[in-house]
């Protein structure tokens, strides 16, 4: 698990006031992570703020790293070499009129990054602690041939949705966290081996049939995980929901969490895999099923550059 990330600033001087403000920003999103600075550039750092900015930085050979660490305690070493600056020009603060966008701290390196690892760090809440929730989390885990690029994707982004629905309700029930991570499980049968959703004629209908034959699958698992009816019935109800607006708070709270890991952690694939055409549609299904509140997050979410074009389209 994720314990540490240590921030180097190499030659520059970062004054306290600065590295207080990170520290405080780090502990506002994640809590349990414990932010430490070094003046020395270590030999191997996982990240340098330049690769992190690149337009081809390799997301895959990054999220695989930080898998195979994720096995043990360890501390995450990030290099920040920006000098000051911010990762990309003001026109994507501009791309939110909201105001939401914070300012030039120089700060948002670190937590890009963090937001990127957060599956790694493994936050619970008390409905997620104890037996149950461990063999469910189990059970799942066993579902997901990681060897498979897309089941792997998948996996990601199960684990990553649940880690965003806590940071926007810290004390999310039970229900709304197994629907976080079980709320793709169809494409285990249906996309495991190559994406489809492209070729739907009806992209509402298609994610609609998706829903309900995941909330189906869902309450089959939980029912071997010996999950109460009750809950495993509310499961079913916010994942076969879950594809549109909704007025239930708990669906509502997954569409913004499924909505952050698509931009945080699945654009850049998406992007690659799909193309423009696709992305585009993508992205404003997504955007759409977002509250001001979740898309506030995107502040502090690294965004490929052709992504981030895209939503700033729709400003």
Known sequence: MLEEISVSVGSQTWEERRRGTLSAQVAAEFPSIFVSFADEVPSAPHLSASEWDRSD??????????????????????????????????????SLSSGHWPPDTGHSFPLEVLNRCQRAIGRRNRHSQGHLFDRVL????SLHDLSKPLVRADYNHAVDTWQWLLRLDGSASVAAQLAALFHDVERLVTEADERV?????????????????????????????????????RVSQIITAHERQSGDAEVSALNDADALSWFSLNSPGYAGYFGPEQTRKKLAYTWNRMREGARAKLASVRLRADVRAMLEERK
């Open 197 to 233: 959703e492209q070729l739907a004629p009806d992209y509402q209908e298609f994610k609609d049939a998706h829903a309900r034959r995941g909330a189906e699958m869902t309450d089959h698992i939980l029912a071997g995980c010996n999950v109460p009816q009750a809950i495993r019935e």
């Open 138 to 141: 189990h059970a799942h885990r």
């Open 57 to 94: 930085f390799d997301d895959w050979t990054f999220d695989e790293r930080v898998d195979a660490l994720a096995g043990e305690p360890f501390t995450l070493q990030v290099v920040d070499d920006r000098s000051g600056r911010w990762p990309v020009a003001g026109s994507q603060k501009d």
